[in-house]
């Protein structure tokens, strides 16, 4: 989180965002004591009720004291905005107050003047009070019996704005708005010193920059933004008039209510001001007054959702990116606190995201997803040797409004389903949920077995069902497990490249009953799992581990985004890179912080994640790997549609409730997976079965075509077995 101090103070009074120091309390007191008649002159032109509430001269002196009250340091809050890979094309914004800081410099002089000659004419000219405006207020007021004209300087406009942002309660909000002479008073005392501090250049910028224009436009560029669509350097004149004239009540000068004619009047009233003193002609102005307001409204995106109308292709990655900054110590002591510095700190992030593997992500993903549109279909696209995370397509619409989705495909909930709209994070994310992965998690008995020693070529005899030692809660096996092959063909003499390329459930049964399977646990840990239910962390634990043979068969819950980085930290010859989204970021005073770099370290042995990756290439390339891989390989179809090396793991769960696979190459990682996050029950079926390996192998051949050519690098040496049995 960027350092900025809650309580700049200096003698007399706050820089107020200033790095000079504050004048001598004395100097400023002069303009005010210069004699008792002086003082209380001020207070009774400045609050005609004075006397009423029974101000004494003594109260007048009290409250002339109090102006040397220690203020904080102005901070608005400025939107986050936040930008895919090539640093051009905008994911969302963050903002509870759209607003983006720009220098005087960025605002087109025609609207300093504008402003200058609706809010305050004189600002040139006084101190910070400007004592004709309040007598000319007073007389018009007194004549009117109500209020009809103010006598707030922009210097005492920006004071009382500063004060409210820098409020840490409710009640200091109201004590910075409410109408009382303490309160006036302490207003004009903090203006008067303001200007002896700040140049006039310096107030009307950072005036320019709070000021509220309505339709939670907060500043000049944000205004320029949602009004017309284009920066505050780019304002002509009728423009300028338009927005200048709101700031007094934006809401009863709304221009893009369908009527403008309270608008439109209150424009020419600034023009009529600008004639006035001198920044406009007649004639420029004439040639303004009579055109309509032409609008080009913008509607800012913000926290993932697109405009109005719209929504965002990029809207999963970006929600990913916002959990991810909800877990980043740096930004702030809670998630709560890390979120809000994200919508009020002004950063600028250059994410992860390629935008056309974004495009080739969803229209994949959408095109394979199936005849059953309750399933949901996602890919995640990784970058080994980094983590970070290139694309996530999902069939998914990113949206709050579910009034049009089908119903719930669970029988017993009465409600509207995820599809298509949904904001959930079906991909992962924070401490959410996942799903069972089936097969691919027999790369972690796998790898445990060669971080142990045991050789790619280590036999075990595998028939169509195995007796382990592991303890079953069922008595159909005599209380031991029992698991069996999905098919009988997958029989026989099994080593880790036909074990692994078949999928053959028996031999990896055995090979954890050896290996231990609290090793297996490790591993899976080792790799970045996290255990996302009850039962998963029960059998996880310490004590417990060691018994939980079916583990090996992909019994626990997992993220998909948790999943494929296993698989991209093979791809990097065990180095493993914690997932990130983020490329660059940087903090509104242009420092990038070191948050975005890659988290990596050394996790596994080289030649450990070589040979899983020798096993790997026989899931997908058997044909071309011989009869080391055995007679077939369950995903051919993966290696033929990449058309280069390419290794991996399918996995399924029973019943067919999920489908997965996790695919790499020395470049690229790719995750598949197909389930129905609303009814886990609810089976992909087997007409789906493939969908996930056709997602991979496309997503493959598309995003590296043109790309060279890489092969797997072998075992430099052979894992040796030492002799455990």
């Known amino acids: ?148 004209q103010g006598a707030s300087t922009i210097t005492m406009q920006y004071v009382r704005g500063a004060l409210q942002l820098n409020a840490d309660s409710i009640d200091e909000v109201i004590a910075a708005t409410e109408q009382t002479a303490t309160r006036k008073l302490t207003e004009a005392r903090l203006a008067m010193a303001v200007e002896e501090q700040l140049s006039k250049d310096e107030i009307l910028e950072r005036y320019l920059n709070q000021a509220y224009f309505g339709h939670n436009a907060y500043g000049i560029f944000a205004a320029s933004q949602v009004y017309f669509s284009k920066h505050p350097s780019e304002l002509n004149l009728q423009e300028a008039a338009t927005l200048a004239g709101l700031v007094q009540a ?70 990913y990116f916002r959990r991810w900054w909800r877990e980043q110590d740096a930004f702030g002591a809670t998630p709560a606190e890390r979120e809000q510095e994200l919508r009020r700190g002004g950063y600028t992030i250059i994410t992860t995201l390629d935008p056309d593997l974004q495009k080739l992500a969803n229209d994949t993903v959408t095109k394979q997803k199936g005849e059953d549109s309750k399933l949901a279909h996602g890919a995640v696209l990784m970058e080994p040797g980094t983590g970070r995370i290139k694309a996530l397509g999902l069939n998914r619409t990113f949206s709050y409004d579910q009034s049009h989705n089908g119903p719930h495909s669970n029988p017993s909930f009465d409600r509207k389903g995820n599809y298509p709209n949904t904001v959930n994070p079906v991909l992962g994310g924070g401490e959410t949920g996942g799903y069972q992965a089936g097969s691919t998690f027999k790369v972690f008995t796998m790898l445990a077995a060669l971080d142990a020693g045991y050789p790619l070529d280590y036999n075990i005899y595998s028939p169509n069902q195995v007796r382990t030692s592991f303890v079953s809660a069922t008595t159909a ?50 790799m970045g799992l996290h255990w996302r239910s009850e039962g998963d962390a029960y059998y996880a634990s310490e004590e417990r581990r060691s018994g939980w043979g079916p583990f ?58 070589r040979a899983a990756t020798d096993a790997g290439r026989c899931v997908t390339e058997t044909a071309r790997r011989g009869a080391q891989c055995g007679s077939w390989g369950t995903s051919p179809i ?11 793991k399918s996995g399924t769960t029973d019943n067919n409730r999920t489908s997965w696979f996790l695919g790499y190459t020395p470049q690229l990682t790719v995750g598949a997976f197909m389930a129905d996050p609303d009814y886990i029950f609810n089976a992909v079926g087997t007409a789906n079965a493939t969908k996930s390996k056709e997602t991979v192998g496309t997503i493959f051949k598309e995003a590296l075509d043109g790309e060279p050519v890489i092969d797997f690098k072998a075992p430099s040496r052979e894992i040796q077995y030492d002799g455990k049995d």
């Open 250 to 319: 934006p809401s009863a000068y709304d221009p893009i209510v369908s009527d403008q004619t309270d608008a439109l009047a209150r424009r020419n009233w600034v023009l009529d001001r600008m004639i006035d003193i001198d920044y406009l002609s007649r004639g420029d102005a004439s040639e303004v007054r009579g055109l309509p307001i032409e609008l080009k409204v913008s509607d800012p995106p913000n926290s993932c959702i697109g405009v109005e109308g719209t929504t965002s292709e990029y809207g999963f990655f970006c929600d």
């Open 638 to 648: 993966v290696g033929n549609l990449a058309g280069r090396p390419v290794a991996g």
């Open 1 to 148: 989180m960027r350092d900025r101090p809650r309580q700049h103070r200096v003698p007399g009074l706050s820089a107020l965002g200033s790095d000079r120091p504050g004048p001598p309390a004395e100097g400023v007191y002069a303009l005010l004591r210069t004699s008792v008649l002086a003082g209380l002159a001020i207070a009774a032109l400045l609050f005609p009720l004075v006397a009423m509430a029974g101000l004494s001269a003594k109260a007048g002196f009290n409250a002339i004291d109090t102006l040397s009250v220690e203020v904080t340091e102005t901070d608005p809050p400025l939107t986050s905005y936040v930008y895919a890979a090539d640093g051009e094309t905008l994911i969302s914004l963050f903002y509870d107050e759209f607003r983006r800081h720009v220098t005087l410099d960025e605002v087109a002089p025609v609207m300093q003047q504008a402003m200058v000659a609706a809010e305050d004419s004189r600002f040139y000219s006084h101190n910070g009070v400007d004592y004709r405006g309040i007598v000319r207020a007073f007389v018009a007021n007194n004549s009117s019996g109500g209020v009809e």
């Open 552 to 609: 090996t068969l992909g019994v626990s819950d997992v993220q998909p985004i948790e999943m494929t980085n296993v698989f991209n930290t093979l791809a990097a010859e065990g180095n493993y890179c914690e997932p990130i989204p983020a490329l660059r970021i940087i903090d509104p005073n242009g420092q990038e912080l070191d948050t975005a770099a890659p988290r990596c370290h050394q996790e596994l042995d080289k030649d450990v994640a």
């Open 477 to 526: 096996c005599g209380g031991n497990w029992c698991p069996k092959n999905s098919s009988a063909s997958m029989a026989g003499d099994r080593d880790m490249w036909s074990g692994f390329g078949m999928s053959v459930n028996t031999y990896f049964a055995q090979l954890i009953d050896r290996v231990g399977a609290d090793k297996a646990v490790e591993m899976a840990e080792r």
